[in-house]
Every structure is written in structure tokens, then in C-alpha cells.
């Protein structure tokens, strides 16, 4: 069975923002079911966590929200990625790059590397 | 940017609630349906899909909870709960909440309206722009009997003014001149200053121009400027009053300007402040001396420093300057003189005399406020004890300890700033009053408002005293033992022993703050009541003192009282049929100088015959008397004899000087017929023919000041006093003599009328003031120590009744619980009192400036204050010790 990880803090934003970033505008629930998704179902979130995220990414001013109609023609609220939220990303991606290339460097050091 | 955006947003939604809740709930209910919809799709039976969506989306009231702490501002919405909950107790024990307010209130009201008066004075006493640059030159002569303040030569300034120290350099010179050609004719004080006075404080008149600053002239220029309120009282506010004349002592003069209304001379005396008229002059030609390096002025100095110079860099330079002056020129500086110069903050010149009186007073009014927070704080503790089963309540619900405290701290903040607030109004409402009582001579008096720096202070107060006296029991309160607590639930709750510990703490601070704040004013005291009681010397019943001025015309040939000779018949006249007037027994005439305790210095070179000539003279302080001024004043002839109506310009000068003079200058021989000049220019001989007992009439501290008289009709004064003693009607008479005056010469103005016993009691007004104040004070700290002793000891009886009535049933005698208690308050009392004295000891040597007569170790005062205080202790502690001596035991017991 795989073992299902948390969500490491901050993460879930980032998740939010690039999920929004490549699918365009998407309701709670389609945003929901894109992280599961695209993380292979390995993440333990319950999916109305990522209301209050969503919440705080919109007073940020980071993502914008109106009513619309959903593809089954059913009420539902429309996030999107807003001009504040894309420099918002990619500061957010370089920054998670960096740790990222960090980590590997750790990864592969090995003893004699640094004899 | 994010982090604002975010708290805008929050605070609308604050602001708008209800819209945002709602469609959150829509939002999750869509959510649900979609979930439950795609579980229908996967074939589960209705019933289960919902089950499983909702498990999916997990804990909607945490979700919900979450969200609405993003949405709104959490922290305001519990503080305005708090407020409310607050408020609502507030209105439940009206007469705690209204205890706490008025001891806040008048705390914080005292201590802000002490401060306003140090806000105004310390710390923004010259308003001028760039302060900092102003400094006042000094010239110090220590190598002649410590001469300080000797004045300035005209070379010298020029020295001053190259130097390159200096943006400027202003003399400046007061005096009072004879004002006609106006509405009415006055006596107004007026200013001879170089041209640069105004470029050098860098103020610009309201209307007109200023002097030339760069203007050469050596003498008088008769350009004057008046100031806003001469303008508007002598001249009705006249608009086209530049380019007009007025006559001074008989000279024409032009107006050039008018000074802006709030513009005030940067001198230390009521006096300077009032100038009320400024004159240009180069003080180098008639009537000022030669302008040579040893020819000093007795004139002010300020300068303004060069931009980005401090005064201890322009000090050194100066210093650099002053040594080789003094190596160019030997003669005029010869090194025994010790020449030196001082630069002094201008700032420290005006405000440096009342500096240690006003900190001490914010320290007492502080020491008020901090025994007020301690009361209060006592009180809280007291309501806390009674609050410990709603507290163990609130925490077994899941009430964290920081949201405990929290709450209670907002409660105390509430207090303390319905205290500030209140305190604020009490001072708006009173400053009227409160401003009489301040003396005088007090600098900037009449800048002292309740600005916003001041409200500033009142709310910093305010919050200050809130987490003070809120802490410490909102600490304790939250700390209560749970089970404890809610297992006493029938019994009524009590305090800790930890509670009751802080409750002594409390107490022990309150004594030893009292005890310190007491001792200061005792000292105080003592030292005002030795001034008052001093050995005046002389004396002052009954006397009043009129001043008149005889003007001095810048042409000494229309000066008709120019000569003694000249002078003598004017004032022989005057004596004459001043001595007519209603009540009057003795009259007598002397220089200005001559009024006791008026403060005007009037010091001239001394040179004793046979001591050779000095390049540098000591400076003596002279009067000029007629005969009859010793025995008006009751100044007792020690040796040879007084003045007598044949002194005068045809004999030969004649001096009587006072005791400490002949000790000074002539320790081991006979003063009388020595001779002697006061003026290096005066070629004549002056001889001592008497000596005078030593009298207080410089200052009261100052026992033996040494003092040189000559004879009225033997000099040109020109400042001039009239002495009366008898029964005299002191309304009618400043008139009567006015009238008199007249009667010999119509253009001689009279002012400055008053009793004797007014300049005694103004010259000790300040003093008189900051002992009034610490004693209020002082007298405040005893009653709140002894409230709060009293307080805690009817704590401590009440909760030990039950303990008292097995004591009195087991066989005590009541006499012994009343013992028990009483030692128990004198005890804290004690332990008080012995913390204070160390700290009242460090503050007494502090203020050991302000002490006349008395050491600050003073036995008397602290023993004294310690014997007071200790009395209060018990008598505050007298009443809860008889009601616990009064305890039935069957009542007692009964309870349990």
C-alpha cells in the first residue's frame, strides 16, 4: 500500500497556483480533484482543506473568484490565477528550485567529496 | 505589499460578515454535491456517497473555522468580546470600577500635567530654529577670586565673530528706557543689540525689516524693532507703523519692525523674556567705552555654531583661539588671569536652574502613579480571588492561559485608560488653576500647553499603567489550580497563599515608594522652613520699594542729571516730599540694586589702594544709598559710621562696606580709612569710613556676600528706588509717589512697586512650589500605602476568621489577636520602610542641589518620616485588627 504523505507547509499554495497556472480558471472542487491527480493520489489533504488556502491567495490578491456555470451546468465558484499571482509563482517557483537544488546537492555528496 | 493586501481584505470582510459567510457555505455545499455525484457515478447507493463525500472533504467545522479566521481579524473580534465582557463586569461592581478609574485618573492626570510643564521647558525651551546651534559665550576669569560671567570686550567679538566658529555672534544688553510719543507714556524694557541679534537667533520680523546684520556701525543706529504686544498696546496694531518715531529717554528713534507675536528674548528672567523693544548698536563709540581688549561690557554673548559643529568641537577651537590670543596679547591677558572662554547650550543657560527641581518633581509625580498602579493592582488581586472559580471554569471549558490573561489584561487596559481619559479631562478643566499656582519665574510659562506630545505621554501612561498593575494579577489569576479551585465550589473560593504573598509584595512596594517619596518632601520642607526662618539681617515689615529711572540721552550734554551735583538736588527733593506722604515714618533712596532679593547684579572692579595695579580687578557688588537706608532697613552699623547728608560732590568720596567685605579684603587690619576705586577710569580715592552688619539682601541662601555702599549724592545713578517704611496703604501708594514724581518731573515714569514681604516671598516661590508639590504628592503616596495596608490586612482577617475563632475558643485573649494582626501589618510596614530608606537615601543625595541648610542625610526627616509612617501603618491596620479581635468564635465556627 502506498504510504500517503502530509502536506508540507506553505506547499499546498504553490500547489493551488500552479494548478490554476496551467488548467486556467477552475471551481473548488476541479481545483481539488487536479492535486489529487497530478500528485498520483499520494497526498493525505481532505479536499475542503484548500478552502481556507484559497481564501487567504484571494485577500492576497493572488487569485480572483466570481459564480459561473459548471460543466454540468450547476452554480460554482471560478478561480483565477491573476497578474499578482503569476509574479507570485514564479518568485515561489525560483524560490522552491533553489531549495530543490540545494537538497540534491546534499543528496549526492558523498565522503570523498570533501576530503 | 502582500501582507497590507491581505489585512485590507481582511478588514472588509470584517467589516461586511455576513455576505462572506454565506458563500463559503454555498461554496463547501457545492462541493459536496459534486463530490457525492462522482461517488454516485462510481455506483455507491446514495446514501453512502454522501457519507463517503463528506468524509473526503473532511471536518467542515474545522474548515469553517479556519476560513473565518482568514476572513476576518481574529484578534479584534476577541479584543471587542473582552471589551464587551468587560464592560458588562464593570457595570456589575460599579464602586471597584470607579476606585480604579479615579486613582488612574488623578495618577495620570498629575503625572501628565507635570510633564506638560517639562515638555514646554526641558525639552523644547528655545524656539528658534536649530536650536542646537545656539550657545551662550561666557568669559570666565578663575585666576581673579574665581571670577565667572566677567562679559565680553568689542575686539574680543570681532575675535569671535573671524573665527569661523560662528555663523554669528550677538551682544546684546538690557535695560529699560522712558517710552513717549506712544498712546501713553511708559517704562518698557528694552534690548541694545549688536545688528545681528535676529540673524543669529534666525528670526524674522512679523513686519518691516531687521537690522542690517552686516551693519558696521559703531554706535547707536536709531532703528529700533518693537515687539507684537508693544505694537498692539501702545500703538493699536497700527499697520503702517513701520517708518514711524517714538522717543526713548527723550531720543528719536524709528520703527523698523515688528517681531512675530510668539517671539521671546532666549534670557532666563520674567524680565528678559518681556523685552519688549530692540535697539542696534556696535557698542564700540559714546556712551560705551573705547573699544579695547581691556575694556569688558557687562553684555550678553550668544552665538550660533557654524552648521554640522558640535559645542565641545567648537569648545576646543575656541580653546585654540583663546591660548593664542593670549600669546599675541600678554598684557591684556596676563596668565595669572586664568582667561578663559565657555560655550554654554543656550538651552542650558535658559533651563539649566529649574532642570533638577522639575525632574524631581516628574520623579515624585511618577513614584504617585506607580503607588496608584499598586493600589490598583491590589484591588484587582482582591476581585481575582473572588474571580478563581470563573477562571477554573473558563479553563476546564478549553480556555488557553494566554486568551486568560488576555482578557484580564484588557480589563485592566480598560481601566487605566477610562483613567486616562478621565485624568485628561480633569487637567483641560483645571489648567486654569493649575497655572496660577506655578511660580513666575519659571521659563516658558506661557508656552506650557496640553499639546499632542503631551496627550501622547497621557495615552503612553495610560497603557504603561494598564499592563503594570494588569500583569501581575491577570499572571496570577490564570494560574489557579483547576481541581483546587472547583472543588472549594461550596465553601466560597479563596486566594492562594501565593495570592495573598504578591497582595504583601504589593503592600511592602507601596511603603517603601511612600517612604521614599516622604522623605524627599520632608527635606524639602526642612529646607524651606530654615530659608524662611533664616536671620534676615534686616528688616522687611512695612517697607515697599518703588522704582524710577532717570533717562540716560545717547548726548551726555542734554542729560540734565549727568553729574552727582546735578543729581543730588532732584533727589534731596524727592526725599523730601516723599516723606509727606500718607503713613509714611522713613524714607530713603538708593540704586535699584539696593531693593533686597531683587536679583539684579550690579558688580563693578575693585581696586584697594596699595595692592598695585591689576590688569584683571575681583568684582565688588555696589549700592548706591542715601543716609537714611540703613536705618530704614534696621542694617546695623558694626563700626565707624553711616553716610550723612554732607557726603556729596563737594567732599571727599566716602564707602561703608558690610562685614564680609572687610573680612575679605582686609583679614587682619582695620577697614576704616582704607581707600579705595571701583572704576578704572574714577581717579578719585573712595575711604571706608564704616562697616555695616552682613544682611541676606543679595539672596537668602547667600549668608555673607561682600557688599560695597557709596553715598546717593556723591554718584550718578540712574536706576533708581524709593524705600518707604511706616503704616502704608500699599494700594493707594505706587500712585501717591507716582503723582509725586510728577510733581518734580513730569516725563519720569514709577514702577515696580512692592512690598518687602512680596520679594521675600517671591524669592522663594520656587522653592516654595516644588515642596508644595512633592508634599502633595507625598501626601497622596501616604494615603493610598495607607489604604492599601489597610486593604490587605482586612484581607488577611477575613480569610484567618475561622482560624481566630479556634484560637479565641481555645482560650486567646483578645487582646493578643489584636496583637497578632497589628504586628503582622507592622511588619509589611516595616520591611517597607527599611527598602525605602536605601532608596530614599540614593534620591536624597540626588537632590541634594535643592537643599538649604540641610544634609540629605538629615536624621531628623528620617527618622521623622519613618515614625509617620509607621503611625499610619498602624493606624490602618487598627480597624481590621479590632473586627478580628471582635471575631465570635461561635460564628466563626459556625461556618464550617
Known sequence: ?115 | MRLLRRFLARLANFATRQQADQRLREEMEEHLAFLTAENLRNGMPPEEARRQAVLKFGAMGTIKEQCHAEQGLPFIETLLQDVRYALRLFAKSPGFAAIAVLTMALGIGATTAIFSVVDATLLHPLLYPHPAQLVKVEDDLPGINGAREVGISIPEWKDLEHSGIFQYVSLMGGGSANLTGSLQPERIAFFSVTPNYLATLGVKPELGRWFDPDDQTPGFTLDVLISDGLWKRAYGGDPHIVGKSLRLDNDLYRIIGVMPAGFHDPGRTTERRNTELWAASGFAAAPAPLPQRNSRLTLETVGRLKSGLTVAAAQSRLDALVASLQKQFPTDYPAQSAWRVRLVPLKESVVGGVRQSLILLLGAVTLVLLIGCVNVANLMLARASARGHEMAVRQALGAARARLVQQLLTESLLLSLAGGIAGLAILFGARGFLLQMIPESLPRLNDISIRWSVMLFALLASVAAGVMFGLVPAWQTSRTNLIHTLRQEGRGSKGSTEQTQTRRLLVITEFALSLVLMIAAGLLLRSFWDLFKVRLGFNPDHVMSVRLWLPVPNDPKTDIYGTPAQEAPFLRELLHRSASLPGVQEVALGSSAAIPLNHDRNSFPLILEGSGMQKEPPLIELRNVTPGYFHLLEIPLMRGRLFSDLDDARTPQVAVINEAMARMYWPNADPLGKRLRVRPADHTWITVVGVIADARTESLAGASIPQLYLSAYQSREKELAIFLRGQLNTAALPAQVHELVRSINPELPVFGAQTLDDALSASLSERRFSMEMVALFALTALLLAGLGIYGTISYLVSERAHEIGIRLALGAQRAEILEMVLRQGLRLALVGAAVGLVGALIVAHLMAGLLYGVRPTDPLTFVGVSTVLTAVALAACYIPARRAMRVDPLVALRYE
Open chain 1, 1 to 115: 500500500m502506498k504510504q500517503k504523505t502530509d502536506v508540507l507547509q506553505g506547499t499546498l499554495a504553490l500547489m493551488v497556483l500552479r494548478t490554476l497556472d496551467v488548467l486556467g480558471p477552475l471551481h473548488g472542487y476541479g481545483i481539488a480533484r487536479r492535486i489529487e491527480q497530478i500528485s498520483g493520489d499520494l497526498l493525505a489533504v481532505n479536499q475542503g482543506t484548500h478552502y481556507p488556502v484559497m481564501l487567504k491567495l484571494e485577500n492576497e490578491g493572488a487569485v480572483a473568484s466570481e459564480w459561473g456555470a459548471s460543466e454540468n451546468n450547476r452554480r460554482a465558484r471560478f478561480y483565477r490565477l491573476t497578474k499578482t499571482g503569476h509574479k507570485l509563482l514564479e518568485a515561489e517557483t525560483r524560490g522552491w528550485e533553489q531549495t530543490a537544488a540545494i537538497m540534491a546537492r546534499f543528496f549526492d555528496v558523498k565522503a570523498e567529496d570533501l576530503s
